[in-house]
């Protein structure tokens, strides 16, 4: 008895170093975070850039209207939010494990006996009962367990936050392709028509015989103009992709975009400033999302060693050991002994 009292306060001694692991810095991030250019190496531009509305400073009004379809209707922030609530869900159910928790039954029951005169008699029996359970965290598990469940859901937070930056940085790449492409679409019309209009006047002074003008002149206009006209059908096909595209992630009807395109018309120039490689670390969101994981994972890790340390009681036991063996005798036949009969071996031990 007095070992399994020692052996027990042993254990509640050691329930402080039950704790998660130290959250160390790898050592890659570690001797990236001391270079020195980690520290300096920053633009002209100082001023600083508003993360939640980037988009503003290189797209104008189209391009902030197709952000706010895509934070309205994507499928893939509508997915990352679910993950998000889920999450914060799963650290609301962490935390009430270690509340109390009242329980209520009440049952009735309405029973025919049989009377030996042959009549029935009827009973009514009437129960109710009521639990109030609570499960001491003497090692912490529980503690450790809601902390990983809160850490996990500030890094969904966080990821959903990474997934909305990477969706409208992704919507406007597609945007600024397709501004591109309908600018060099109306360059190459623009190139076109002003070798239609030499080819005309050569045709007219050709007809008018202009000195100076062959009939080779005419076909060198000709050949610029088709060559000008190649282009087009190819840049339109490269328009509408793009544009598709931006339906697509904006989940609506395709051709919603083309509709309402206008693209060139009102599109500003801004300088974006870069600042420090630090601070950029610092400000993204999926850095942070995986700073959170990690801590998480050392709180989890905390929790499966306090469930252990509680489990360890249970493998101690009182119980006095017990050994059981058997001894079996193999018989053998008797034989015929020229002296006394004694002598001849009646069993063996096996």
Not at 258 to 286: K, S
Not at 298 to 306: F, K, S, Y
Request: aromatic share 6%; charged share 20%.
């Amino acid at each position: 008895m007095s070992t399994r009292v020692a052996l027990l306060l042993l254990l509640l001694a050691m329930g402080g170093c039950t704790l998660p692991p130290s959250p160390d810095a790898p050592e890659l991030v570690t001797r990236i975070s001391s270079l020195p250019s980690f520290d300096s190496g920053a633009s002209e531009a100082s001023v600083a850039p508003d993360p939640a509305g980037w988009w503003r400073q290189s797209g104008g009004g189209e391009l902030e209207t197709l952000v706010a379809a895509l934070l309205d209707g994507s499928l893939v922030l509508s997915e990352a939010r679910l993950h998000r609530e889920q999450a914060a869900e799963r650290a609301v159910q962490a935390g009430a494990q270690r509340r109390p928790s009242v329980g209520y039954a009440a049952d009735r029951q309405r029973l025919r006996n049989p009377d030996p005169t042959g009549s029935y008699s009827w009973a009514d029996s009437y129960s109710a009962g009521f639990t109030l359970n609570y499960e001491l965290d003497v090692f912490g598990a529980l503690r450790n367990s809601v902390r990983a469940a809160t850490l996990s859901a500030e890094a969904a937070a966080l990821s959903y936050e990474a997934t909305e930056q990477l969706e409208i940085a992704r919507l406007s790449r597609q945007w600024v392709a397709a501004v591109t492409l309908q600018e060099r679409l109306a360059l190459a019309r623009a190139t076109a028509a002003s070798f239609r209009a030499t080819l005309e006047l050569t045709e007219q002074r050709y007809r008018l015989g202009s000195q100076g003008v062959a009939a080779s002149d005419v076909l060198i206009a000709r050949q610029n103009l088709e060559s000008a006209r190649v282009d087009i059908p190819d840049l339109e096909g490269q328009l509408r992709n793009q544009l598709l595209l931006i339906d697509e992630q904006l989940a609506r009807l395709p051709g919603t975009t083309a509709r309402e395109f206008t693209g060139i018309a009102g599109t500003p120039t801004a300088t974006m400033a870069v600042g420090y490689p630090a601070a950029l670390m610092a400000q993204r969101p999926d850095v942070a999302a995986a700073a959170l994981r990690y801590r998480a994972a050392l709180e989890d890790i905390g929790a499966a060693r306090a469930n252990l340390a509680a489990y360890a009681p249970r493998c101690v036991s009182s119980e006095p050991k017990q050994r059981s063996w058997r001894r079996t005798l193999r018989a053998q036949p008797w034989r015929h002994c020229p002296t006394s009969r004694s002598r001849c071996p009646r069993a063996m031990p096996d």
